[in-house]
């Protein structure tokens, strides 16, 4: 499905990831920042992407120049003044980031942290809220994309609105494709990125938030780049960014919001995703690779495979094996254990896939048979 020539490699990744050939394509023009036909582009991704979001008239979305991690650090300094504190949940290096992020600009947080193999309890949300009126924040991570867990976002959400807090959500690993609504879920603010499950190409985040929550924290920002009411008002204003954009990551974004729709929407994505997923874990699983998760809490986005205890296996000759045969994966990021990780997302296919899998069998034949010699 890639489109592409075999001769590149096939990011088998949670993005950057394989785009399609006419993304790929979309960034041969050369755009001037300033030039109208370039502010309506801008305009109209931003219109859409909010519209993706279930973001409504009183919603903006707010573009950076930058990783998805960009727009986190925005999301929680601009939408979280010095004297309010956040309550994080964490199962993964995703949610311990955001902690690692307030710790950095200044705002003060709790954090609930479970073990990266489960999702947090609602009950004990609902608890700690209870028990403490003073965190008047919650940030949760929508696909931890340490292990490929999807937490349960609609639990997390009514919870957090039944209790009278605000919801941050980093949905990076699932925007585009999971269900999102943050009309309905009554979500303040979500942060994604191009170049996940929007099969993009990396250089460009983004927060779909509240205006007027934004207006109600005009100056919180620790920082002029990442301040996202001023990025907005200035949008608003002239349709110019504040700083130079990522011109040519703006109109492959462009593309490839036009290619989700030709596909059929997020819906049909996600079951292209989900089909790519049970291809991997079943034919891994023929081979001896055991996924971390239980399978209820497998996204159809990445998925950490337990890494064999035996002697022929070692991670960096087997990626480099995988390599020499046209497929990129990840190490894994997982703290209690040995993994790695194999993504399911970007311009590919169950044929893609199975072409993976025929490598995967090769490789091990092939480290199994060193170790015998």
């Not at 109208?36 to 305009?43: E, G, K, Q, W, Y």
């Not at 985040?205 to 005009?218: P, S, Y």
Request: glycine share 10%; proline share 5%; charged share 25%.
């Amino acid at each position: 499905m890639t489109g592409d020539t075999c001769r590149e490699p096939v990011l088998l990744t949670p993005g950057p990831l394989t785009t399609s050939a006419r993304v790929k394509a979309a960034m041969q023009r050369d755009w001037g920042s300033r030039d109208p036909d370039f502010v309506r582009l801008s305009a109209a991704v931003l219109d859409r992407l909010r519209a993706l979001a279930g973001g409504g008239a009183d919603h903006v979305c707010v573009p950076l120049q930058g990783s998805g991690t960009f727009a986190v650090e925005a999301m929680l300094g601009s939408l979280v003044v010095p004297s309010e504190r956040v309550l994080i949940l964490a199962n993964g290096a995703y949610g311990r980031r955001m902690a690692d992020i307030c710790r950095r600009i200044g705002r003060d947080f709790d954090i609930y942290e479970v073990d990266e193999t489960v999702t947090h309890d609602p009950e004990e949300l609902r608890r700690r809220l209870a028990g403490d009126p003073g965190l008047s924040v919650v940030a949760a991570v929508h696909c931890e994309t340490t292990s490929g867990l999807l937490n349960p976002l609609e639990d997390i959400a009514t919870v957090t609105r039944a209790a009278g807090r605000r919801l941050l959500v980093d949905s990076m690993s699932g925007f585009g494709a999971l269900p999102l609504d943050m009309t309905e879920l009554g979500l303040s603010a979500v942060a994604a990125s191009s170049n996940k499950c929007l099969q993009g190409v990396p250089g460009l985040g983004f927060v779909i938030a509240r205006l007027d929550e934004l207006d109600a924290r005009a100056g919180a920002a620790p920082s002029l780049v990442l301040d996202l009411r001023d990025q907005a008002r200035a949008l608003l204003g002239d349709g110019q960014w504040r700083f130079t954009p990522p011109t040519h990551v703006v109109a492959a974004l462009a593309e490839a919001l036009a290619e989700l729709d030709d596909e059929g929407g997020p819906a049909v994505r996600l079951a292209r995703y989900r089909q790519n997923r049970d291809t991997l874990v079943d034919g891994m699983r023929r081979l001896g690779f055991r996924p971390a998760l239980e399978p209820g809490l497998q996204a159809p986005v990445i998925v950490s495979f337990v890494e064999p205890e035996a002697d022929w296996y070692r991670f960096e000759p087997f990626y480099d094996a995988l390599t020499r045969r046209g497929f990129a994966i990840y190490a894994g990021k997982m703290r209690a254990l040995g993994t790695f990780r194999v993504g399911t997302i970007g311009a590919i296919d169950t044929g893609v896939v199975e072409r993976f899998l025929v490598a995967v069998e090769a490789v091990v034949t092939e480290m199994k048979q060193k170790l015998i010699r």
